[in-house]
């Protein structure tokens, strides 16, 4: 008989639930290098933006990993992911319950006589129940992917927060020296307009050449504004990924004096498993499979154990009685009116989710590298033409200023040298500023130091 009912219950296992259909993803395969070529590379510092070698930088990037409300969020999140592996885990284990109760009554006995009595009944209760097909182990499992991705998750919003950060700052100090550079010329163009009204005055130049340098001094005026309301909103946005109200930011070294950080080196097989948003998209992936794998099952009997233990004292009686009683039962689903059906096919749809899901990371992982790679090695080259450049209008305002001195060309000739140098200092400024964050980009593309894997209990040491 019991070899009757074990072949019954692997039967019944063998057909957990319906077939439900999910969609077949194909697997992202890594390229066996990088599309651009990135020179000579550096290790992939944990800390990385150390490597600009600015403490200010620094400063301020660890105080946004301390205080960033977001980051806060996400540790929430894992608290709350813990505290359901905790439940799948407890659900394991069997339940013990004490309870006790007392009553004073008066009744009639059939000899007509009045009854009273004090009575107490303390009693024990314990279930548990067996699983059979592994139901609760799939939740469990479930759980613990869930409450690992919640951990991956925390890590991919500190590597976005450290980038975002450290890109501010250099967007700030870009900001300052292109400040810097427009009130230099705005100081000389003061200086410009001062000599074109004491020429016009005196006869020497005409009234036309007066009105060029007032035109171009308040086109130079309009530049300072301008650049003062980007520093305000980038120190705005800096406090706040620090967890602070709007205020001034705390300055280090000037943008020329930012050191270069090396290209990160990493090979394309190395990415999946270095960055946390792919981590963290594996790790839901595995958690819905088990989660469909629960939800299968949930179709085949449940198999419960019950056992109760007390004792019943009365003044009725001479001495208590001793209170027991220990039982099973086997409940299986019959009819539900799909209930069972519709969570087993949300489940599969769930897992579909996480699988385009990963690929979706995966893919876009990929092309973030290849984009910041290109973006470096660019902009690099773009840097070094636009200080050329620069370096050649200088020289040509220097002879235009002279002739213009010694009366050999008009005004003019000046005013576009002035001009024209002063556009290639702002997009010279603007390059090293975007050179600068391109690397930053590329640190958060390869992973940032945040080194996921994917092992059997937890994932490896990652976050600062």
């Known amino acids: 008989m019991i070899r009757a009912a074990s072949v019954a219950l692997l039967l019944l296992a063998s057909c957990a639930g319906p077939a439900v259909e999910t969609a077949s993803v194909a697997p992202v395969a890594s390229p ?91 009693q024990l209760q314990a279930s548990y129940e067996i699983d059979l097909f592994g139901r609760l182990a799939d939740q469990r499992s479930a759980a613990r992917d869930a409450y690992l991705a919640s951990e991956a998750a925390r890590d991919a919003v500190r590597l976005s927060v450290a980038a975002a950060t450290a890109s501010g700052y250099v967007t700030l100090r870009g900001l300052d020296a292109r400040l810097e550079v427009a009130r230099s010329t705005l100081a000389a163009r003061t200086e410009s307009l001062r000599i074109a009204r004491s020429r016009v005055s005196r006869g020497y130049s005409p009234k036309l050449e007066l009105q060029q340098a007032e035109a171009e001094y308040e086109a130079t005026a309009q530049i300072v504004p301008q650049i003062e309301l980007g520093i305000a909103r980038t120190e705005d946005v800096l406090s706040t990924l620090t967890g602070e109200t709007p205020q001034a930011i705390a300055r280090g070294l000037s943008l020329d004096a930012l050191t270069e950080p090396a290209i990160p080196a990493g090979l394309p097989s190395e990415l999946l498993r270095r960055r946390p948003d792919v981590a963290q998209a594996e790790y839901q992936l595995a958690a819905t499979d088990k989660a469909l794998a629960a939800a299968r099952k949930r179709f085949l009997p449940q198999v419960r154990l019950t056992a109760a233990l007390g004792a019943a004292f009365s003044t009725l009686l001479q001495d208590p009685i001793t209170i027991w009683s220990a039982g099973g039962s086997v409940l299986a689903p019959i009819f539900s009116g799909g209930r069972l059906t519709a969570q087993a096919e949300a489940a599969g749809a769930q897992r579909d989710q996480a699988a385009f899901a990963y690929r979706r990371a995966a893919l876009t992982a990929f092309r973030e590298v290849e984009d910041a790679l290109a973006a470096a090695a660019r902009l690099d080259e773009q840097a070094a033409s636009a200080q050329r450049q620069r370096d050649a209008l200088a020289e040509g305002l220097r002879l235009a200023t002279n002739r213009y001195r010694e009366g050999y060309s008009p005004y003019l000739e000046q005013l576009d040298a002035q001009r024209g140098l002063l556009g290639a200092q702002l997009s010279l400024l603007q390059v090293r500023t975007d050179a600068l964050t391109a690397r930053i980009q590329l640190y958060q593309a390869m992973g940032g130091g945040w080194s996921m894997c994917m092992p059997d209990a937890r994932p490896c040491e990652s976050t600062p």
């Open 32 to 122: 066996p290098a990088w599309r651009t070529d990135a020179g000579p590379v550096a290790p992939l510092d944990r800390d990385w933006w150390q490597a600009f070698g600015d403490p200010a930088l620094t400063a301020l990037v660890e105080k946004a990993l301390a205080n960033n409300p977001d980051i806060a969020i996400a540790a929430g999140r894992i608290r709350e992911a813990r505290a359901n592996l905790d439940l799948a885990r407890a659900q394991m284990l069997p339940a013990i319950d004490a309870g006790i109760g007392g009553a004073r009554s008066r009744s009639v006995s059939a000899f007509g006589q009045p009854l009273e009595q004090n009575a107490l009944q303390p």
